[in-house]
């Protein structure tokens, strides 16, 4: 499966940005998807994780209240809704699939995930 994570850029703080991870050559049905950033010089961490179905769904501490992760599976497409943007959030975004199935969970470790796509700068700045 490819996966292209698309819909950075920059914004300025307390604005808004959606990003989409489209998954091709396999339906998306079946797998776990997470969001992951990773600032300059910091490792890659899970901001926000969504099980297959779209039923369990989790979120780090620094964006709960602010990002939303949602999937359309018709689609083949999972989102990342990000408001109240702050300096902080600047990073590339990484979209990860973990095709093994064993349930219907989120999972929070990078090497939990098989699949990851290329990667999308967001930059918050004024």
């Known amino acids: 499966v490819q996966l292209q994570a698309s819909g950075g850029g920059l914004v300025q703080p307390g604005g808004s940005l959606t990003l989409s991870c489209a998954a091709s050559g396999r339906t998306f049905s079946g797998y776990a998807v997470g969001w992951f950033r990773q600032a300059s010089g910091k490792e890659r961490d899970v901001i926000a994780s969504?099980?297959?179905?779209?039923?369990?769904?989790y979120y780090a501490d620094s964006v709960k209240g602010r990002f939303t992760i949602s999937r359309d599976n018709a689609k083949n497409t999972v989102y990342l809704q990000m408001n109240s943007l702050k300096p902080e959030d600047t990073a590339v975004y990484y979209c990860?699939?973990?095709?093994?199935?064993?349930?219907?969970?989120?999972?929070?470790?990078?090497?939990?995930?098989?699949?990851w796509g290329q990667g999308t700068l967001v930059t918050v700045s004024s």
């Open positions: 969504i099980s297959w179905s779209g039923g369990s769904t």
């Open positions: 990860a699939a973990r095709t093994v199935y064993l349930g219907d969970y989120y999972y929070r470790r990078p090497r939990e995930y098989d699949y």
